[in-house]
């Protein structure tokens, strides 16, 4: 059992707002499909890696995909399913990946692999529930799209990590 | 793996490790896979139609007329010119009328309240130089 107290709420709430605030420039940024993301969003889970403990790094991305439904207008709408179970399989596979690897692997191969689950994941909701035969159509460009930001993604973290002064005295392990 | 293993130098901007490429390379390869997974019918196109009773395959080139049974009653197709449209449906929204014609591999049509959809299968529309999509009118 794990007591309220053994959960590092500052760490987690500063990392949320920055999701959310993330969120909030995602949805600035014109798209030509409307389900399609940059997954800039996704910076503090990847960050996360190492900073919080499992249930910390859940309570995140569960944080994150309450935020980016409130920014997006999406919470109850039928959206909200791709958005979590795309972030909750993304968290799933660079929990793993990062456990699994450690120090075998960097932010970027971290960043890529939830960029591929994300894309998955919601081609599965959308191949189960609404676009059946024709999500074969949008799958290249999901998944492509997917690849190419969460490289820029994962670089960009590897960066921040290295030089981020506030991440070398937080970024103490407790996985 | 062990020569990865050297101790954190600052030099270096990031440590882009043999496992990185590794989960690229299978990124990539599933990317390019699902291009495949659509086209692998090319040539002749082919109009699929699946239904509640099962599905039905049909010839883009030869114009015919058939009717589909739904939950909500009869979704007629039509095919004609090498196009297809949904001519007569029993839904309430009647959007499968509306979605007009479809003619290129990758476009579809479907009656949601009928689950009725219909997609060609085959070379997908190669977009023309200054070409106008003529659904975006």
Redesign the interface.
């Known amino acids: 059992m794990t007591r309220r107290s053994d959960i590092d709420i500052h760490l987690v709430a500063l990392l949320s707002a920055v999701a959310l605030f993330l969120s909030s420039i995602e949805y600035m940024i014109p798209k030509p499909i409307p389900f399609m993301r940059l997954g800039i969003a996704n910076l503090p889970l990847i960050l996360a890696l190492g900073m919080l403990t499992w249930r910390e790094y859940f309570l995140l991305a569960l944080l994150k995909i309450v935020g980016q439904g409130i920014i997006t207008g999406s919470l109850f709408s039928y959206i909200i399913l791709f958005s979590s179970v795309g972030t909750i399989m993304s968290a799933v596979a660079m929990l793993a990946t990062y456990i699994m690897l450690k120090n075998r692997v960097s932010r970027i191969g971290i960043s890529v692999m939830g960029g591929l689950f994300s894309s998955l994941g919601q081609l599965l909701i959308s191949r189960l529930l609404f676009f059946r035969e024709a999500t074969y159509v949008i799958a290249p460009l999901f998944l492509f799209s997917a690849l190419i930001s969460s490289v820029i993604l994962g670089i960009f973290s590897e960066l921040f990590i290295k030089r981020s002064a506030w991440y070398a005295s937080h970024g103490e392990n407790r996985l | ?1 062990t020569r ?2 050297e101790p954190a130098n ?1 030099e270096k ?8 490429v ?3 390379l ?3 390869a ?2 390019v896979a ?2 495949f ?2 086209q692998s019918l090319d040539g002749a196109d082919e109009v ?1 139609v ?1 239904t509640d009773q099962g599905q039905w395959v049909y010839d883009l080139s030869v114009d015919t007329m058939v009717d589909f049974t739904g939950p909500v009653g009869t979704t007629t197709m039509a095919i004609e010119d090498g196009k297809v449209h949904v001519h007569k449906s029993d839904c309430r929204n009647q959007l499968c009328v509306l979605a007009g014609e479809i003619e290129h591999g ?1 476009e ?1 049509v479907a009656c949601l309240p009928n689950n009725v ?1 219909i ?1 060609i299968k085959g070379s997908p529309e190669v977009a023309g130089e200054g070409e106008v999509d003529d659904t975006s009118f």
């Not at chain 2, 901007?13 to 990185?20: P, Q, S, V, W, Y």
Request: hydrophobic letters at 55%.
């Open positions: 793996m990865h293993d600052n901007m990031f440590h882009f490790r043999i496992t990185d590794g989960i690229i299978l990124s990539l599933i990317s699902s291009l997974l659509f699929h699946t990758g579809w959809f997609v």
